[in-house]
T-cell receptor, first 114, second 114 residues
Framework: DQQVKQNSPSLSVQEGRISILNCDYTNSMFDYFLWYKKYPAEGPTFLIS?????DKNEDGRFTVFLNKSAKHLSLHIVPSQPGDSAVYFC?????????????FGSGTQLTVLP | DTGVSQDPRHKITKRGQNVTFRCDPISEHNRLYWYRQTLGQGPEFLTY????????KSRLLSDRFSAERPKGSFSTLEIQRTEQGDSAMYLCASSPGISSYEQYFGPGTRLTVT
């Protein structure tokens, strides 16, 4: 049972244009959502997050949108740069006892073409 | 402090052997998580420590797996009698406390069981 889904395994975008990465979830108990970026041979790097009580969070070129009724979130990168080429993981957080487990999607490989 | 570190970065072992991985979290982060990532998938939660106490374990963590965090600082993950299905990237993450949702990942240990 995949609770967090990223249905696009890959995305190619021209440099300077907008990249939109999508994520769907099924568990309405998730209360915090995060995006991570991963380069080959490195661990995931935290990028941006959003609380379930908000519908938008912006940080520089990165904006995350949350649509709770649709159980959908998206990451917008504008303008896209070649250095943004990486695998992007959507993750959802839920309080489990005292832990905050992250449930990850399977990732989207973003390629920004110069 | 330069972030979460893991050692070794790569480990090749023969089926049936025991292996041990180490994780050093960010200083003063009292929460430590282990995840496993297989090819084409996002990281999957294995276990969680708050200080030295192991408070949560996933069903993925079979009895061949054991994790410790003896002094509430570094942690070790041991796999006994390794199987080919254990081949994966093992990721460690740390988090400063209950009010923090973000987890900061190390570079991972890639295990190959031949």
């Amino acid at each position: 049972d995949q609770q967090v889904k990223q249905n696009s395994p890959s995305l190619s975008v021209q440099e300077g244009r907008i990249s939109i990465l999508n994520c769907d979830y099924t568990n309405s108990m998730f209360d915090y959502f995060l995006w991570y970026k991963k380069y080959p041979a490195e661990g995931p790097t935290f990028l941006i997050s959003i609380s379930s009580i908000k519908d938008k969070n912006e940080d520089g070129r990165f904006t995350v949108f949350l649509n709770k009724s649709a159980k959908h979130l998206s990451l917008h990168i504008v303008p896209s740069q070649p250095g943004d080429s990486a695998v992007y993981f959507c993750a959802a957080s839920i309080r489990s006892g005292s832990a905050r487990q992250l449930t990850f999607g399977s990732g989207t490989q973003l390629t920004v073409l110069p | 402090d330069t972030g979460v570190s893991q050692d070794p970065r790569h480990k090749i072992t023969k089926r049936g052997q025991n292996v041990t991985f180490r994780c050093d979290p960010i200083s003063e982060h009292n929460r430590l998580y282990w995840y496993r990532q297989t090819l084409g998938q996002g990281p999957e939660f294995l276990t969680y420590f708050q200080n030295e106490a192991q408070l949560e374990k996933s069903r993925l963590l079979s009895d061949r797996f054991s994790a410790e965090r003896p002094k509430g600082s570094f942690s070790t993950l041991e796999i006994q009698r390794t199987e080919q299905g254990d081949s994966a990237m093992y990721l460690c993450a740390s988090s400063p406390g209950i009010s923090s949702y973000e987890q900061y990942f190390g570079p991972g240990t890639r295990l190959t069981v031949t």
